[in-house]
């Protein structure tokens, strides 16, 4: 059974991903994460069995994370996102390298160094992404998809969700067409397959269907 303490990195891996998989409301199987870390079937497979041995997940109706396995999900979690604000706010990186870096530092991180880093940062509420910091004073707003939004109809962005996050390049393509929290833009067009145009900060930029049904916005 697993204990308070350290754990191997790969469990947190997995616990991290099935954390944000349930967050996103996206099916927690194992085809899922095998996408989402990018490994084989059988891998997840072998590891799903490790889990449970240790006592981090329940597997009796489709795959949970335990009370354990929660905690260490929701602390690998926090430190990601307090890692990515660090690298961003105060090392001025890109989303996309701080997104990367931050996959290290969560491993890494010690209680005092996240503890300090919440208190030079301002304790924020949420990532660069507007993804929630658990643990935080987050209060999450009212928001729809981008893809609801009547063309004609301002928004202002709220978030991307974590699954964005993980698709080749679209952290980079949504840095530079400043599709990024707090912005506001106006939806110019839009298809029946869910793309759509936007104005904001001066660009039209098009944004595909799968992006759009995930990125979270007030209107």
Not at 16 to 43: G, K, M
Request: with cysteine; net charge negative.
């Amino acid at each position: 059974m697993a204990v308070l303490g350290e754990h191997h990195p790969a469990f947190e891996e997995y616990c991290e991903c099935i954390f944000e998989l349930a967050e996103d409301d996206v099916d927690v199987i194992q085809a899922r994460i095998a996408e989402r870390l990018n490994v084989s079937r059988p891998a997840v497979s072998e590891m799903m069995r490790r889990l449970e041995a240790e006592g981090l997940i329940a597997t009796d109706s489709g795959i949970q994370l335990t009370d354990a396995g929660l905690a260490l999900g929701t602390k690998i979690v926090r430190r990601h996102r307090l890692a990515e604000r660090f690298l961003t706010d105060v090392l001025q990186l890109s989303w996309a390298e701080a997104h990367h870096e931050a996959g290290k530092w969560e491993h890494v991180m010690s209680q005092s160094v996240e503890t300090a880093m919440d208190r030079l940062l301002g304790n924020p509420t949420t990532c660069p992404h507007g993804n929630p910091i658990p643990g935080s004073a987050y209060i999450e707003p009212d928001s729809v998809r981008l893809a609801d939004i009547a063309v004609g109809d301002g928004f202002t962005v709220q978030r991307i969700t974590e699954e964005l996050e993980f698709t080749p390049g679209l952290l980079e393509f949504l840095e530079a067409s400043a599709l990024q929290p707090g912005n506001a833009g106006v939806i110019t067009a839009a298809s029946p397959d869910g793309t759509v145009t936007v104005e904001i900060d001066g660009h039209h930029v098009g944004v595909g269907a799968f992006a759009s049904a995930r990125i979270l916005v007030s209107a």
